[in-house]
């Protein structure tokens, strides 16, 4: 077993393989993640998003964008506003701008009605990449940006002859090959511990998602409710299993804050741990794995 481990877009990467990826490869691999991270990422200068939040107009070659932006709109009706690509401004607010000040400016940032703009054409993504907004936005994909990126260098693999592979973006996982893994869950307060462990099989994805990941001040973290522009205080830790998309995963895992259950699980099928501040852990019937709690 090999493993090429990097940093990019803020964290770490690791790809376990039969044997060490060649050169040619690991160039491809990065290539998908800089062409990625130049459309989506607001902590860049030169990213289209950047560009889309200082004025309106009609953007190409934005990766992946109708894929990402409709998936949005599911995750915004299941979760009655509540998952929202227009969280941008409301983390400004609060500290975790692009300058990483985590200073809060006290301004109020309630996001504006995602579904109301994209029912009023306000914003527009083609299948080609195009993207049309009629007025300055600044966009958050960190809902499920992290989960498609995997998706994207998995595709990568897949296109240069590997059929068997793990991608492990610090917690967006996609698992390729002919035989299952185990995966530990990580303890929400101690990052020493698990709280179970899951068994994922060739062709799924894991993602899990906690609101101690990134904090910068009391009750301060980076999972914000779309309906009041503040962090969210009920579900602490979420992990989904989805079959073959991590960026499922990756909205699912978020939407779990915020959603029933029942609600998710109609939206996408799936598998799921959700521990809330509470204590209770909540988990889909037939898991694929045991919880030690």
Partial sequence: MATWTFEAIGTRWAVDTAQPLAPGVQVDVLAVIERFDRAWSRFRGDSVVTAMSQQAGTWRDVESAALLLDLYDGLHAATDGAVTPLVGRSLVALGYDADYSLRPTGADAVPEDWAAL???????????????????????????????????????????????????????????????????????????KAIGVLELEPEQALCASAVNRRTWGDGLHHVVDGRTGLPTDDVVATWTLVDHSCMQADGLATAHFFADPEVLMDLHPHHFVRIHADGRVLRSPGLPGELFT
């Fill in 118 to 192: 994209r029912r009023d054409g306000a914003v527009v993504a083609d299948v080609d990449g195009t993207v049309r907004t009629d007025r300055p936005l600044l966009l958050d994909v960190g809902a499920a940006g992290k989960g498609l990126l995997v998706d994207l260098v998995a595709v990568v693999l897949e296109n240069r002859g590997l059929n068997a592979f793990t991608v492990d973006a610090s917690g967006d996982l996609y698992h390729r090959g002919s035989a299952p893994i185990r995966v530990a869950l990580e303890h929400p307060a101690d990052p020493t």
